[in-house]
């Protein structure tokens, strides 16, 4: 292994917080609480419905590993989660239509649509981070819908196209 890692040291770059702190801009940090809209608390109202009616009727055995009633409680979340993050999430990709009620049927998607193009104008960069790639599939259709430039990271590029960007 400490011969493995001689061999690697030259290619990989690796940098501690510490070292590149002082190069930083100032991390801003601003918090923008989001409404859904009237069709995401719809949703979310039917799901909770759906799920906590699933949850009471699963079982509750000891010996399961993990209890079935766990499970539901995280799937249910998931889904909750889901309807708040945009309700294109339970659709297929090829069911979405890009236009503006890719933006009117989300909360954040209009937050982000109001607070984006005010960046812009003042030459800020932005970053936007989710857990669910399909997720970055819809900003994605968003970001292209309203002409921003943008680079996309996750899981599926490849180190050398990271090493580009």
């Known amino acids: 292994v400490d011969r493995l890692h001689k061999v690697l040291r030259p290619f990989v770059l690796r940098r501690d917080k510490n070292e ?3 190069q930083l801009p100032k991390k801003t940090e601003q918090i923008v609480w989001c409404e859904m809209t009237s069709s995401q ?5 039917e799901i909770e419905s759906r799920g906590l009616a699933h949850a009471r009727g699963s079982s509750r055995k000891e010996d399961e590993s993990p209890p079935e ?4 409680g995280q799937n249910l979340q998931m889904q909750l989660r889901k309807v708040c993050n945009h309700p294109y999430l339970f659709c297929h990709d ?14 954040k998607m209009m937050a982000l649509d109001g607070i984006l193009p005010k960046l812009r104008a003042t030459g800020h960069r932005v970053l936007i981070f989710s857990q669910m790639t ?9 970001l292209t ?3 921003f430039r943008y680079l996309r ?5 490849g180190a050398d196209d990271r090493e580009r960007r």
């Open 145 to 147: 819908f309203r002409n």
């Open 153 to 157: 990271l996750d899981g599926s590029t």
């Open 20 to 22: 590149v702190e002082a």
């Open 94 to 107: 090829i069911d979405l239509p890009i236009d503006e009620s890719l933006i009117r049927i989300c909360g």
């Open 41 to 45: 608390k719809r949703m979310y109202t």
């Open 134 to 142: 399909k997720l970055l599939n819809i900003l994605e259709l968003y």
């Open 69 to 72: 009633y766990i499970s539901v």
